[in-house]
Each structure stands twice: as C-alpha cells, then as structure tokens.
C-alpha cells in the first residue's frame, strides 16, 4: 500500500502542487497499491498532459535508454517519469546553488557519481560548453549506454569501493544523487575520504539522505535509534541494491560526515528528483 508521503510527493514531483485534500489523499491509497500505479495514473491524467506536453513528445531528448534500464536506476520503466524526475534532479541543483549564491560559472568540471544511464546528466548538455562534464557507475551496462548515446560527457566505470582514477583535487563540483541511501557506513566513509581526494580546494559535494521523510520505512526499534541520531542500515548484505537502505538523521550527517568538509546547506526533502530525500550541500575544507 502506498503511503500518504508518497501521494504528498507525486504530486509535487508531477503536477508542481499539493494535493486537493487529505480525501484526495485518502482515495489514492486506496485504490493503488503501489508507487508506480500512482505515477501511471497522474502521468495519464489531463493535468500532467497540459503542464508537461513535452515530456509526452516521444522525440525529447533521445535517445531513451531501455524499460530495464530505467527500472534499475527509477524503480520505474515509466519514461516520464524517469525524464520527469531527472529533470527535477537538475534543478536541485540549479536551487541550492542559487540558493548559497554559488554561480555556474565557478564550477569547470564536475562529476555525476552514480549516474546510472543519464537520468540527471543528460539535462547538464547546454553547460558543456564551458563545464567538462563526467559520469561514473559501478554498473558496466549502465555506463556502456551513456557512452554511446550521451557524447557531451565522459564516463568511466568504477568499482564498488574506491579509488576512482581522477586525479587529485580535479572537480569544482561532484553529485550523488540516492547513493548514500544503498551503502552501509563503512563504505559511505571510504567515499567521503574519495569525494575529499579528487575536489579542488573549496570544491562543493552535493548528496541526498533518507531522513526524517521516511521513518514510516523503519520499524520501532529503527526509529528509536535514527531518532537517537544514528544512522539505520537495512539489508547490508545487498550493499548497492535498492533493498539496501540507509537512513541518516540530520545529527549524524552534521556531526559525523563533514570532518573533512563544512556543510554550507541542509534541505529537508529538497532533492526534487528523487521525492521525499534530503539534500545536503557541503565545501571541502582548506588545509
């Protein structure tokens, strides 16, 4: 069964509003049992057609990659949504820097670390022209795809732990859009210390969290230990897969994972790509 947090953030993701009411909200967990019923069904609506028609044009910003590719990387083989929500995932960015008076125009290179098959990297193309643009997954399919089809960036398969093969303090800024969620803690650090290698001085680390937006995913023992500012990890043994999850509290991620960094902004479910998710904005420390 769907949750109300879930309709809340359809239809901030699809439709750019609230809905009508909690009757509204009391119908749709009722008749729809999961996430994507939810998605297909405001995405066929008439409302999403007239404010989205774009998005319905089969011939926007192909190539599309496969149904399941898009699975992998959204939990959905919905193309709009998938363009929708990269989409929104590249305007978090463009908010938070805004937001922090951070211009475009500081940043020359920077990294999509976890970029799947281009779902908020093939909306960074008008920028290519003065920012070097690179992507990196674990997953060679996935990279495979986005080296054939999105040419405006680089991209380079990585392993499931570090190092990466950048240089030394080569990116202004480095992204990661739901990775944190699906890592156990030791390898959130060992990514950290990475994050912290290849940044320039002063160079920006942008990620989202699971917090507070999803403790109806935790048990009660959980919640009683996230709400104690630990971080809570499910299922550890399928570390990088979506039943994998990770759930960080504001204390633990501003107490425990900025020593090398200083958090310049928080945004509580800020990161609009990916509904529900916190958004975290950090700078690399100078020595």
Not at 17 to 43: A, G, H, T
Not at 240 to 264: E, I, L, Q, W
Request: hydrophobic letters at 35%; glycine letters at 6%.
């Amino acid at each position: 069964m769907i949750t109300r947090e879930q309709v809340i953030w359809a239809y901030r993701l699809l439709l750019d509003r609230e809905p009508e009411n909690e009757m509204v909200i009391s119908d749709y967990i009722k008749k729809y049992q999961s996430p994507d019923q939810l998605r297909d069904v405001i995405i066929s609506s008439e409302e999403y057609q007239s404010k989205n028609p774009a998005f319905t044009q089969s011939n926007l910003l192909k190539p599309f990659p496969p149904k399941d590719l898009l699975n992998l990387v959204a939990g959905s083989t919905n193309l709009p949504w998938f363009l929708q929500s990269g989409a929104k995932g590249r305007q978090s960015i463009d908010l938070i820097l805004k937001k922090n008076n951070i211009s475009l125009n500081e940043i020359s290179t920077a990294l999509d670390f976890g970029c799947g098959c281009g779902r908020v990297i093939r909306y960074w193309e008008k920028y290519s022209d003065t920012i070097d643009i690179y992507g990196c997954d674990y997953n060679p399919r996935l990279i495979k795809w986005c080296r054939k089809h999105i040419k405006f960036a680089k991209f380079y398969l990585n392993r499931f732990s570090p190092p990466l093969k950048y240089k030394n303090e080569y990116f202004d800024l480095v992204y990661a859009f739901s990775v944190f969620t699906h890592l156990t803690e030791k390898n959130q650090f060992l990514w950290l210390d990475e994050f912290d290698r290849i940044l320039c001085q002063d160079g920006l680390l942008l990620f989202s969290t699971h917090g507070e937006g999803f403790l109806d995913h935790l048990g009660s023992s959980d919640k009683i230990i996230f709400n104690k500012g630990h971080l809570v990890v499910l299922d550890e043994v399928h570390e990088g897969k979506n039943t994998c999850a990770a759930f960080h509290p504001y204390d633990y991620v501003s107490k425990k994972m900025n020593h090398r960094f200083d958090m310049v902004d928080f945004i509580p479910r800020g990161a609009l790509g990916n509904p529900g998710q916190d958004l975290y904005l950090f700078r690399k420390n100078n020595p």
